[in-house]
């Protein structure tokens, strides 16, 4: 596993020698981590701030593209589409970083359609086994960070996938039963639970300490950090909730404006960036390798003689996350 503190140094050694020795750009970017983003961008407002810390840190990561499906929140496909075009346009990679639909149904549903041109989700689906077969130094990471339909459809359509990726999904209460994105699809997560396909769980666990849940940012902290922050957008954008946007800094302060709170200190948890910053920094979080559970009538078995394993990412590091997520905005303020 390649970390972030050795993966920095050695992308600014790519870019001086490039320079030196005439070494194209293009080769420079195998030094970087390979990413598309699954995400149902529409659904609360993490998967905004994941993807805008992805978008912008690009000396780490090179995402080739972003995929959305649809969840029980937030309408549909195409909703979630137009969520994660507003992040990219304020992030300004429009025309740079493209999003492609997914599904708006089940793993289930349309598994027996995937022979047909238009099936539900072909664009996302063939996007992403399209991406997986370009060669490349390193596998292909597909950060899913909702439903698992997109790609667990994508493996069925093409097995050899399996050997191409690396699966890191934000979803499951394991060893808990429950959670949102798990329950939105769970015959698409068991069906790669029993794949090849290296799969790593990004632990949710709501109200427990240990897993991405307790990455919690309150509305007054974002109300003082987030106001101007991220590169100015070179068009205004439009947001889900209304009003004009010209950085995403200043949308985040909307998005946090208009979402339900739970407690007391207006706080939420920005589940989907935390698996984004683990993927950038290994050392933000502790894993652990287990034989592949299952789940079956909405509890985990465990399969200890299972030669399939999985790796579990728990125990955040909540506060070295968050400074990183605002450093990387602050920094972002002059692009």
């Not at 989700?121 to 997109?150: C, P, Q």
């Not at 919690?216 to 889900?240: F, K």
Request: aromatic share 8%.
């Amino acid at each position: 596993m390649i970390k972030s503190h050795t993966l920095v140094p050695i992308a600014i050694a790519g870019m001086l020698l490039a320079g030196c020795s005439g070494t194209s750009s293009q080769e420079t970017e195998d030094t970087r981590i390979p990413v598309i983003f699954d995400t149902d961008a529409n659904n609360e407002l993490d998967d905004q701030h994941a993807l805008a810390y992805l978008l912008l840190n690009q000396e780490i990561f090179n995402l080739y593209g972003v995929t959305v499906n649809a969840t029980w929140g937030g309408g549909d496909v195409e909703s979630h589409y137009e969520e994660a075009v507003r992040i990219v346009q304020l992030c300004n990679m429009q025309g740079t970083i493209a999003v492609h639909k997914g599904a708006n149904g089940n793993f289930e549903e349309i598994r027996e359609t995937i022979g047909s041109p238009g099936f539900d989700g072909a664009e996302a689906v063939n996007f992403i086994i399209g991406e997986s077969k370009k060669h490349r130094d390193t596998r292909l990471v597909v950060l899913a960070v909702g439903k698992l339909t997109n790609v667990a459809l994508a493996l069925e359509k093409d097995p050899s996938m399996a050997d191409r990726i690396r699966l890191v999904w934000l979803g499951s209460n394991y060893p808990e039963p429950g959670e949102y994105n798990q329950d939105n699809d769970t015959v698409a997560m068991n069906y790669l639970l029993n794949s090849r396909v290296p799969f790593e769980m990004v632990t949710v666990r709501y109200g427990q300490p240990s897993g991405t849940a307790a990455v919690t940012v309150s509305q007054q902290e974002i109300n003082a950090r987030m106001p101007g922050l991220g590169p100015h957008a070179n068009e205004p954008v439009t947001g889900r909730h209304g009003g004009i946007f010209n950085c995403f800094g200043d949308y985040s302060v909307s998005l946090f404006e208009h979402i339900d709170y739970h407690d007391n200190a207006k706080t939420r948890a920005l589940f989907d960036m935390a698996a984004v910053a683990i993927v950038k920094n290994p050392d933000w979080a502790g894993s652990r390798r287990i034989p592949a559970p299952i789940l079956m009538d909405n509890s985990w078995v465990e399969r200890p003689g299972n030669s399939r394993q999985i790796i579990v990412w728990e125990n955040f590091r909540k506060e070295e996350i968050l400074k990183d997520f605002f450093t990387t905005l602050e920094a972002a303020v002059s692009q």
